[in-house]
């Protein structure tokens, strides 16, 4: 079928929006009209070349939309069900899942990476060429074919929009202090980075009971959006952040403190903010290739932990149900998320907007 979608055709230049040829969905895949995919950095990243992905392809990692049909042998949907999507499918029957780190299924990993389905092919097609699929979903396009594992069924009644952002920025954030940290009640936490990862963490962390969140950005009109979120104090990020940071927990330093930029700078930054005994979380995607400069010494002699969190640590079968459930409790923030919609053929616009800072999350919408 011939759909419309926004390519990258090399690194360093815009998207493209342009007529798709999107194949059947193969054994074990279905496919999905989307109704709205998040506008997320990770996607950038494949943009501007620091993560490493064949092209041409198809972005789009966080979406949700109607199954619309389905491939043989798929049991688990039928179509005109609604899903939110997954870019991390679990096989259920790996090293990894079998030892509960779904997140890493390697059954998918090799294939994600190389922008294919399971049998080592992608289902798009551009001028009579492959095209690749991001993260086996290709989300920034009118349908899109993924794997049955990658597709988490959501109540009828929470809008599409809202369960499209539970399948990455969401996610992310709110795993990584509820499961990968692990924060608890009356713990202080601090968080760099207020876009739509860091905003979750501190949604997470106030969630999990957090005496103080403490929010840092460089851009001032973050400080009312993460004070929205669960910020108990905000703080521009300068030459006096780190003291500050001190000042507010009692010269110790914070339980917790979570990078969500990805910027090696700002980590080696973060270790100095973690108290003793203390956990830095590492969240956001750093350019491939580059390295951290972490003091072993401080590491040792102050018992300080460096965690890695890769997609908040969650189970999507098991997790995204349950956001969703808080969601409709009113515990989460998911509509607040969306500041900005966008049509396809502005997707350039909406990642200027993101890199601008003055969203806290844009979304395409079909």
């Avoid at 399971?118 to 086996?136: A, E, I, Q």
């Avoid at 920034?140 to 009644?157: G, H, K, L, N, T």
């Avoid at 992310?172 to 601090?190: I, L, Q, R, S």
């Avoid at 607040?336 to 806290?360: D, F, R």
Wanted: net charge negative.
């Amino acid at each position: 079928m011939k759909i419309k979608a926004a390519l990258l055709l090399e690194p360093n230049k815009q998207f493209i929006v342009d007529t798709v040829e999107l194949a059947d969905p193969r054994e074990g895949e279905v496919l999905v009209k989307l109704a709205a995919s998040g506008v997320c950095h990770s996607d950038w990243h494949v943009a501007t070349g620091d993560t490493k992905h064949p092209m041409p392809c198809v972005t789009g990692h966080e979406g949700a939309g109607i199954i619309e049909a389905v491939g043989k042998g798929v049991t688990r949907f039928k179509p005109g069900d609604a899903i939110t999507l997954s870019w991390t499918p679990d096989c259920g029957a790996c090293f990894y899942c079998l030892h509960g780190k779904p997140n890493l299924c390697e059954t998918f990993t090799a294939p994600i990476w190389n922008g294919v389905m399971l049998d080592g092919t992608p289902r798009l097609s551009w001028r009579g060429k492959p095209v690749y699929h991001y993260c086996g979903l290709a989300t920034f396009a009118e349908y899109c074919v993924v794997p049955e594992q990658s597709c988490i069924p959501i109540r009828a009644d929470v809008p599409l929009k809202a369960a499209a952002l539970v399948g990455c920025a969401v996610a992310t954030g709110f795993g990584a202090a509820f499961y990968t940290a692990g924060v608890k009640p009356g713990d202080t936490v601090v968080v760099y980075g207020a876009g739509g990862v860091g905003l979750n963490i501190i949604q997470g962390a106030a969630l999990c009971g957090a005496e103080k969140v403490i929010a840092i950005d460089v851009r001032a009109a973050k400080m009312p959006i993460a004070q929205q979120f669960g910020a108990t104090h905000t703080l521009l990020a300068n030459d006096d952040t780190l003291q500050t940071i001190l000042d507010l927990t009692g010269g110790r330093g914070a339980e917790h403190v979570f990078e969500s930029v990805g910027v090696p700078k700002i980590q080696e930054d973060a270790l100095a903010a973690v108290r003793p005994g203390g956990t830095l979380t590492l969240v956001g995607l750093s350019p491939m290739g580059t390295g951290t400069n972490l003091p072993g010494a401080v590491i040792v002699r102050q018992e300080k932990t460096i965690k890695g969190s890769y997609y908040g640590s969650v189970s999507p079968r098991r997790d995204f149900p349950m956001i969703l459930e808080l969601y409709k409790a009113g515990k989460l923030k998911l509509d607040e998320l969306v500041t900005q919609e966008y049509p396809l053929e502005q997707i350039n616009e909406a990642y200027a907007a993101m890199l601008s800072g003055s969203v806290a999350r844009g979304v395409i919408v079909f």
